[in-house]
């Protein structure tokens, strides 16, 4: 399975996390926008899936009220393609794989300290009635902000690959470093300063840029 969609919804907010079709890239969608960081996003999908059960509580609750589990503080809900076995020539790709959800619904205390929490765990659109309680650690790891999420690369580029560097400054007539790579390694490019480039250096500069993030 590769998971596609992932949705955190609060009472204040919703995130939604998309994997891109091609890749392994994710963005924002709904309200926000921009990257997610894909090794934040894949720590909360196992953090639904490695979630503790503490105890188990009841298998066909006649009330979910009782539990804060018809309006949860929290719900994480991911979406997987599954591959299935049609083939031939007829087969799209809608045939050829199918969704499964999964579900952590999160709802009220279930001790007077908040030190755990109601929850159901579910697999595809019905909600569980098997309510078992989780530790507040567990709750706290969803309780999370896009900005949590963000992925913080300022240039999505791969070193190795640059071939043309310059660093600029507004009003001055020529830029202050002007770098290009040819079969020799990397030159200075105009303005000239009348020395060779040194090729590791030159490399670790441009390293550096690539690795800059925001905070």
Known sequence: ???????ITRPDTTIRAVKSEVGSDWSF????????DKQKINEVV???TGTQVREFKS??????SLYGL???RTVVTIV??????ASGDGATDADKTETVTRTLRIGAASD?????????YSVGDKQSPVVFD???????????????LRDPRIALTDATKVRKFVADRPGRPHAILSLMYDPEGWQFAAPDPGFKADNVEAFKLIEQFTQVKAK
């Open 112 to 120: 007077l300290k908040n030190e755990h929490f109601f929850a159901t």
């Open 46 to 48: 196992r953090n639904v």
């Open 29 to 36: 969608a709904g309200d926000h926008e921009g990257r997610i």
């Open 59 to 64: 298998d066909e609750p006649k009330d979910l």
């Open 80 to 85: 997987s393609a599954a591959p299935q076995n």
């Open 134 to 148: 989780i530790s507040k650690a567990d709750v706290e790891k969803f309780a999370k902000e896009p900005g949590d």
């Open 1 to 7: 399975e590769q998971v596609r969609r992932v949705t």
């Open 70 to 72: 018809d309006h949860p």
